[in-house]
């Protein structure tokens, strides 16, 4: 399991205690804070505090755009408004925080959005645990023969058996190793009197990129949707999309108004290009236009047909 | 003053309400919420929410420096290890959102600070208030004969009258034709149904940089103390001082350890280059250095005297 | 004229001098480089540096798409594809450095930009010219009726003949009582050698929103682009849009292939929810779908048929 | 070696190219460009782009302080005037651009230095190089026995000779495993007809944290100074300060004043707090003050001490 009793322990106790507060709360938050949500095989997400809610946004606009927007638009209108516009300002005054435990591979991915802040465990400091990330079968995909950065099939029979074994077999001796090397056990005891031991800041770099990790992940909501965006969305990595899922969940649950408007707007929407509207137009006055007659490249036709839900 | 009876009765209203959380609470701070501290002559500052408390750079630091701190170090020492190593990232954990009122030459200084989050009452599509900031007649500053960035004496007699009659009238004359050409009272109601009325956006483009603006803005702590660190030094213009002197209380009411670690190893210290602590060392040595001899320009060697509390 | 003699003889020494360089190199913009574009009454806007170029951005995305990238798509191909699908760090690796001249009111408006490095001409320590900018009468807007963020029709005859004389004469006035107030001349002669004269950084405040200042700012190409598809967009205030529009002219000298895949893909295109999405698909089926029968608000509904360039 | 054939004749062809530039210029840094400058056992890092030199920092200086500053300062003094006092910003107005070949675990530490523009090869389009990091055998430290997050002493016999020979079985392993899961040579040839091959996205997190990686790099002076603060330190881990120090001796060729003002008051500077101040002046009256008298705790005490150069 990915939480230590002792960790579970801390997570109730945690959840026991309430204070009262004059901010802005969110009940349907306040059930879910604290509690991990598992992902992949040993890794979780849950949300250890947040600020504002969709009130705060709201309050943030009016004080932008004026005392006259209270009168012409009840606050679930102004929240579209925002969202569809890209006013983005008001949702960054709502900040959320989460602890993560993740692959090491997929946090390569998400710490790639700056505008974050992170306390990630150090391995310099401190011991890994003995946890790696192993794909479930369904999700042992071969590449894709059409599209570098897509997935295609799912490996079977020998192939799919040999992949995992692999996987497991390096990961369990690499880590066997980095103890050895270190000349401790996961807890930090001394293996072998007669030996020094290697420095924790080198004896790291034998482990695989599967290893967990885990950090305190902390954004604001503007932010936070940026990253929904890349990462909910199908073209991610199924491993980094697994996690923005179950932060979905999270956000729903914390801004309603905010999430239903970044579901219509952001995630379920589609730009189209100069010559794509163009195109469009044509349609829709009954023209029958082809690629060829599109002035789109072949690429861009087939996308403008994706988001037309039509053959191509 | 400041506030509306409309605002001072909504600041009520939220005082009153308190809801049950799970998340930190910091008491202190909860008893200062919403309450705005008057600044200046119409300014004040106040606390609309926050995240985290000492305890929260704690539980950041521990993740990334490991398990191994819990022993070694109680909560206040390792804040205090934390501030003097420069450690940063721990403090980003905390957040902090402000509802200010400000003269606008004071939000132009302030916004130079990128790292935070800005939603300001915009004279776009709002009318202004008509307010502007008067200097006190003891803050009524000469310009400096020796130094470009500072204030000298306070003027006297008739030029110190001169000034506040010109700045009050300058101000007012502004603002009353700001009125004139959008045709409309404050309350936006039209003038005269005969003429049009300038364009708000363009009107504003008449007021004076002592008028007063408002904002909320929203920033972690680390940055804050980097706010702080550079407005509540006594080389920053005193309208913008008085700000941070009002927010450094408020962050010592939410924040004790980390705000008592910021005042010793930030607002109080001192840094010495190399060159610097090679004639420290030779002064402790008994040895009597003068600027002559020192290796430091004048301008150093005057730092340097300051510092340690010497004529020079 | 924007510049004064020094400025502009400083320009074309520096013009003069040309130097080898290893780095890339457009031909383009050189030619373009120092000269002041002006902009408004009397603010300019000119390029001093910049580092990269189309192939800079081809490059970076080739070490990040990796090898395979090279043989499947020219340059101006892929840069339309990163372009298309928000790709943004490759057009991070280009940075361009501008020195602009520019009312207050439009420099408050700019610095909303966090992204980029800015330094300004401090009135903190140094004598503001006496300019200000005053509407040429073409752009002398009526508020709109309809929409607050808007400019209705032009003002005519009295009212504005009343209104360009107001802002002169209040502007003038009180830039002239900025110099009493200084008891310096605008070279800084002092005037009257009784008097003390206030410090800078409080007689500024009697300036109005449209002097001038000026800075130098910084920043990277995708930063830039997210800057011009909001300022050179026709619901940005004229003002800050004569900027945006310059610049878009050097931007097309700089990066020609950016620069067209920005105007295609950002500028000219249009981002359809997915409820907007499904109404299309109705429609080009033949379905004759009005707003009632949408599911769209009135609003959204208006915006559609907009980008359809529809009546509606 | 680092650079594979082709790459060396690229850095040969764009090193042999020149143009003729307005812009800021420097023939030191010029010399250096595209070289890479070997660091550890296969990684490099090299100039590929700059912009801006010594003079840049003056000049935006100088429109920040005015035009006062010209006839005070030379810009040498100017710019360490400027370090000195933490005025930051005239510093990001240079900018440069790296091109590194780095371990992964290195690369982990780097890019929590979010102020920078980054590009990195990717695993998940291509085949990464058969290339580990080995340490060398002096600097195959043990871990420290009294400072959790520094190295010990070397190991040494028949530890070292175990630890360096399952480092490079671990990583040669599972490298052999990752082309045979991907069913393809590192050239991205098909091994087996037969077989499918694991998608790379997934294969790669069976690599092990020192295979290299690359990525370009783009950061402003201010940033780069802060980046090297932390990474030339002698508290940071030896493999990044490796890469550190490569830097440092770019800078210096780039912008000597900004480089030598940096060592004189970053580098080789200490601060001390206000209670370190307090005894400082006490022990310059001549009092010995012991730490028991100092009001000091015994890790700020030994921290003074070790800044004086003294026992403790």
Redesign the interface.
């Known amino acids: 399991m990915a939480l230590t009793a002792e960790q579970q322990q801390e997570i109730e106790v945690?959840?026991d205690?309430?204070?009262?507060?004059?901010?802005?709360?969110v009940?349907a938050l306040?059930a879910l804070?604290?509690q991990a949500i598992p992902v992949l095989d040993h890794g979780f997400v849950r949300v250890v505090?947040?600020?504002?809610d969709d009130a705060?946004i709201v309050?943030?606009?009016r004080?932008?755009?004026?005392?006259?927007t209270r009168a012409a638009n009840e606050d679930r209108?102004l929240i579209r408004?925002l969202m569809?516009h890209r006013h983005s300002?008001?949702f960054?005054?709502c900040?959320i925080?989460f602890h993560v435990k993740l692959?090491?591979?997929v946090a390569?991915q998400w710490?790639?959005h700056?505008?974050a802040?992170?306390?990630?465990?150090?391995a310099?400091?401190?011991i890994l645990d003995r946890e790696f990330?192993i794909?479930a079968p369904e999700h042992?995909?071969?590449?894709?023969a059409v599209n570098?950065?897509g997935?295609?099939?799912v490996?079977e029979g020998a192939?799919a058996t040999r992949?995992l074994r692999?996987?497991q077999e390096?990961?369990t001796?690499?880590y066997d190793?980095y103890l050895?090397?270190?000349n401790e056990d996961e807890a930090?005891r001394k293996l072998d009197e007669t030996?020094?031991?290697?420095?924790?800041?080198?004896a790291?770099?034998?482990?695989?990129?599967?290893t967990y990790t885990?950090?305190?992940w902390?954004t604001?909501l503007h932010n936070l949707f940026h990253f929904l965006s890349l990462r909910a969305d199908p073209h991610a990595?199924y491993e980094i999309r697994a996690y923005a899922d179950a932060m979905m969940g999270m956000v729903e649950a914390w801004v309603p108004n905010a999430a239903a408007a970044f579901?219509?707007?952001r995630?379920?929407?589609?730009?189209?290009?100069?010559?794509m509207?163009a195109v469009?137009?044509r349609?829709?006055t009954?023209e029958a236009v082809a690629q060829e007659s599109s002035g789109l490249?072949k690429?861009?036709w087939r996308?403008l047909m994706e988001?037309?839900?039509r053959a191509g």
């Not at 205690?17 to 709360?25: F, I, S, V, Y």
């Not at 004080?63 to 006259?68: H, I």
């Not at 042992?140 to 894709?144: D, E, I, M, V």
């Not at 790291?204 to 599967?210: F, K, Q, S, V």
């Open positions: 945690a959840r205690g309430t204070a009262a507060t004059r901010r802005p709360t009940p306040e804070l604290f505090d947040y600020m504002g705060a309050q943030a606009a004080v932008s755009y004026g005392r006259g209108g408004y569809r300002t008001p960054e005054m900040e925080k692959p090491i591979f390569r710490i790639r700056r505008t802040n992170v306390n990630e465990y150090s310099r400091y401190s990330y794909p042992l995909a071969a590449q894709s570098r950065q997935r295609g099939n490996l192939e992949v692999l996987l390096d990961a001796r690499n190793h050895e090397m270190l930090g030996r020094s031991g290697l420095a924790r800041e080198l790291r770099m034998n482990l695989t990129l599967n885990q950090w305190y902390k604001d990595q579901r219509d707007y995630l379920g929407a589609v730009t189209f290009s100069a010559q509207l469009l137009r349609m829709l009954g490249s690429r861009e996308e988001a037309l839900g």
